[in-house]
């Protein structure tokens, strides 16, 4: 079965500085991964997604992610954070037949 | 507007009280799913309909019921709700199961507490 490890369950960074969310995955075949990323009562919105393309993913809101086969990770980036990033962030893993395995889920926090 | 819709919600009801909370994509997609949202667990699968009349267990089926007599449409049933049901629940749809086609599209959620 495949799962997914956010090894962060916060992150505080300050408004305009480097943002890293971690992620790593099992998976026994070529997996499909995702970022989506919940707002403060809002339902969840796509951020990115890897499909064995490209390894470096770019998404919306200048959030970008690396896939490494040999590292197992899926960390997602931002050059600089900007305060509408505050949210929930989690990676996803899709297994066969469509099924979502979702991480534990990432809370970003952003200070000015 | 493409979009999923769900209804209510917001839910408050009492133990082993029937309730629905309903589905609705107008995307034309063909695989539909609940999940559950829990502090610390992230969203856990509930039930899937790869299409009309097709439905199979996810990873926390029990005390949950659904049916998908129409294809735009994937209701959650509650036969008896209990409080460890209380979550935050969100259905989502994808056009296929792989592929571009896999990306799924989530409602707005509904929170549900059970008393």
């Known amino acids: 079965a495949q799962s997914v490890t956010q090894l962060d369950s916060h992150v505080s960074v300050s408004e305009g500085t480097p943002v890293l969310l971690r992620c790593n995955y099992s998976?026994?075949?070529?997996?499909?991964l995702f970022w989506y990323v919940q707002h403060p009562n809002k339902g969840l919105q796509l951020l990115l997604k890897?499909?064995?393309?490209?390894?470096l993913v770019k998404g919306i809101n200048g959030f970008e992610a690396e896939f490494k086969k040999s590292e197992t990770s899926f960390h997602l980036t931002k050059p600089s954070a900007h305060m509408s990033d505050a949210a929930e962030y989690f990676c996803?893993?899709?297994?066969?037949?469509?099924?979502?395995?979702f991480g534990a889920g990432t809370i970003l926090r952003v200070k000015s | 507007e493409a979009q999923v819709t769900q209804n209510p919600r917001y839910l408050i009801t009492v133990t082993g009280k029937k309730l629905t909370v309903t589905c609705s994509q107008n995307?034309?997609?063909?695989?539909m799913s609940w999940y559950r949202q829990d502090p610390g667990l992230g969203l856990r699968q509930i039930y899937y309909?790869?299409?009309?009349?097709?439905?199979d267990k996810g990873d926390v089926p029990e005390g949950y019921k659904v049916s998908r007599k129409e294809k735009r449409n994937f209701p959650l049933i509650l036969e008896s709700p209990s409080p460890n049901q209380t979550s935050l629940y969100f259905c989502?749809?994808?056009?296929?199961?792989?592929?571009?086609?896999?990306?799924?599209?989530f409602g707005p959620g509904t929170r549900l507490l059970v008393l």
């Open positions: 989502a749809s994808s056009w296929g199961t792989s592929g571009e086609q896999e990306t799924q599209y």
């Open positions: 998976s026994s075949y070529s997996p499909s």
């Open positions: 890897y499909t064995s393309a490209a390894t």
């Open positions: 996803v893993v899709s297994e066969y037949g469509n099924k979502l395995v």
């Open positions: 995307m034309n997609h063909e695989y």
């Open positions: 309909s790869m299409n009309v009349e097709v439905t």
